[in-house]
């Protein structure tokens, strides 16, 4: 006897009887390699024998799989300079997204040249249709990169949530990126959803590294409700339009007890070394890279903005005057 379920969107028949452990092994999915969600429900994977699908069931079945830095690997960053987000300490302070490029392939590249630890990825269904489709980690090697799922796309707390949940169901993942956009336009945060969905998160165990506006008072609500690191906009998400507020990235790095990094609107260089400049602990960018002719060149131009924008953060920068001030003594003029 068949029954009918719900398969990441799609009808399919099965036999009456079938467990979940059944189901993702006829799929010949990697156990461990993903998470499961049955009627809305996150299905442990402990549980997987146990569980028997019934008719009108509707399953989710998402995948990418994790993992930390492999100290083997030749890291990003100024030797010494390390900073420390959740008790994780890395030496990059440039991270990069996996979206946009033409293919996994020139993603690689592009993280290398980079000297990026850190990747932001996804939670999206497994493909049933197509299972000889490449994946982001036959590219990125979870050994080398820590991937740091995110919420992209989430436009309430439910649905980011949701995501997060499936994210350490799939790969064990504590560190996760948040953001709970307000509106399709701007892409902008919901701050309301934003803060909600982090309060949960931190009593559920993760540790949240949240997108937020660049309003201090929201930074600061943020960290009160325990997020890992704040990581306001420079600019709308894509634009490229650089840091729009210095004052405000500023007020939130001089207030903040946990690591600031800009996230969203860098367009070039001089925008990444701006925001360090500015004493953020890092730099999150995808658009910037992806969508430059050369991505993999202006993966390293990044890589060398952010460290020489650190450098001169720790310099210390010459006081602004408002007028001339002569490099050569005026005494002894012949």
Request: proline share 5%.
């Amino acid at each position: 006897m068949q029954i009918a379920i719900t398969l990441n969107g799609e009808p399919r028949s099965i036999a009456d009887g079938t467990h979940v452990a059944d189901l993702v092994a006829s799929l010949e999915l990697k156990k461990g390699r993903v998470a499961v969600e049955r009627n809305r429900e996150i299905v442990p994977m402990s549980q997987w024998g146990e569980v028997a699908l019934a008719d009108g069931d509707a399953l989710e079945i998402v995948h990418f799989v994790g993992g930390g830095q492999d100290d083997s690997w030749p890291t990003g960053g100024n030797p010494g300079d390390t900073w420390t987000v959740a008790g994780r300490t890395f030496n990059s302070r440039l991270i990069v997204g996996t979206g946009k490029y033409k293919d996994y392939a020139l993603n690689a590249a592009a993280a290398e040249a980079s000297g990026a630890e850190i990747v932001t990825v996804a939670v999206r269904r497994v493909n049933l249709t197509d299972r000889s489709q490449p994946l982001l980690t036959d590219f990125l090697d979870p050994k080398r990169y820590t991937y740091l799922p995110n919420t992209a796309g989430c436009f309430t707390a439910d649905d980011a949530l949701r995501t997060l949940r499936l994210a350490r169901e799939a790969g064990g993942w504590n560190l996760v990126k948040l953001e709970v956009l307000a509106d399709a336009k701007t892409l902008y945060p919901d701050v309301v959803e934003t803060l909600k969905a982090t309060e949960t998160l931190v009593r559920e165990g993760f540790d949240v590294m949240v997108y937020t506006t660049d309003d201090p008072i929201v930074a600061k609500r943020l960290e009160e409700a325990g997020a890992a690191a704040i990581m306001p906009l420079g600019a709308p998400i894509g634009s490229g339009l650089g840091i729009q507020n210095r004052i405000t990235i500023r007020l939130i790095v001089e207030q903040s007890k946990v690591p600031v990094l800009v996230d969203a609107g860098v367009g070039t260089a001089s925008d990444a070394a701006i925001a360090m400049e500015l004493g953020c602990d890092g730099v999150l960018m995808n658009t910037a890279i992806a969508e430059a002719k050369d991505p993999v060149r202006m993966a390293r131009a990044m890589k060398a903005a952010v460290e020489s924008g650190r450098d001169a953060y720790l310099a210390g920068r010459m006081p602004l005057r408002r007028y001339a001030d002569p490099s050569s003594p005026l005494a002894g003029l012949i």
